[in-house]
């Protein structure tokens, strides 16, 4: 049973910067393409980023040149680092493999609110 813990959130004015950390456990971790999703108030859950085992990336147009995803596989961490951050970026923020791995596997996810 896969266990994801995402840590890093906040509150961050609108030019802002955060680094969410994302660790993962009871998996190959290295093998996995894994992908940092977000999920606003009243809106579908959505993928921002992901990165496979080799370091290809891949983002959401919204975020691209501002986000970047990152990879420890001797941590079994995933890392997403967001510069430039707008309110529209305001969400809770979860880490997962694409696919997921299973329905239940979801962590509890960590808040990111961009405010003035």
């Known amino acids: 049973q896969v266990q994801l813990v995402e840590s890093g959130g906040g509150l961050v004015q609108p030019g802002g910067s955060l680094r969410l950390s994302c660790v993962a456990s009871?998996?190959?971790?290295?093998?996995?393409?894994m992908g940092w999703y977000r999920q606003a108030p009243g809106k579908q859950r959505e993928l921002v980023a992901s990165?496979?085992?080799?370091?290809?990336?891949n983002y959401v147009e919204s975020v691209k040149g501002r986000f970047t995803i990152s990879r420890d596989n001797t941590k079994n961490t995933v890392y997403l680092q967001m510069n430039s951050l707008k309110p529209e970026d305001t969400a809770v923020y979860y880490c997962?493999?694409?696919?997921?791995?299973?329905?239940?596997?979801w962590g509890q996810g960590t808040q990111v609110t961009v405010s003035s």
């Open positions: 990165i496979t085992s080799v370091r290809v990336t």
């Open positions: 997962n493999g694409v696919p997921v791995f299973s329905p239940s596997s």
């Open positions: 009871g998996t190959i971790f290295r093998f996995y393409v």
